[in-house]
């Protein structure tokens, strides 16, 4: 099992920015995961942000955050960051990171979670 820890969460205005972090602990999952980020706002079904392939780099992002949110990856720290900028209030939600097997939107394909962390973004 792979434990998964998110920080970076705030309130923030509109057009601001904010960092995310995830942190990985646990079995070695390194050299054939993907690691995502989802969110789900009140209401809301839980949908994709952004992942990434660990060992290649690959990222893949939602419509919604392209331009915006930059998802990358700390090998040495085991970590994964999203930078968002251009922040809206839409994008307000509680955020998640997840491991999974492969690099996709569907959340099925990942099954190891962190707890979330609150992203608010006040208009």
């Known amino acids: 099992q792979v434990q998964l820890v998110e920080s970076g969460g705030g309130l923030v205005q509109a057009g601001g920015s904010l960092r995310l972090s995830c942190a990985a602990s646990?079995?070695?999952?390194?050299?054939?995961?993907?690691m995502g980020w989802f969110r789900q706002a009140p209401g809301k079904e839980r949908e994709f942000v952004a992942g990434?392939?660990?060992?290649?780099?690959?990222?893949l992002y939602a419509d919604s955050v392209k331009g915006r949110f930059t998802i990358t990856r700390d090998n040495a720290k085991n970590t994964v960051i999203l930078q968002m900028n251009s922040l809206k209030p839409e994008d307000s939600a509680v955020y998640y990171c997840?491991?999974?097997?492969?690099?996709?939107?569907?959340?099925?394909?990942?099954?190891?979670w962190g707890q979330g962390t609150q992203v608010t973004v006040s208009s």
């Open positions: 646990g079995r070695t999952f390194i050299s054939s995961a993907a």
């Open positions: 997840a491991v999974g097997g492969r690099l996709t939107h569907s959340e099925n394909a990942y099954d190891s």
């Open positions: 990434i392939r660990w060992s290649v780099g690959i990222t």
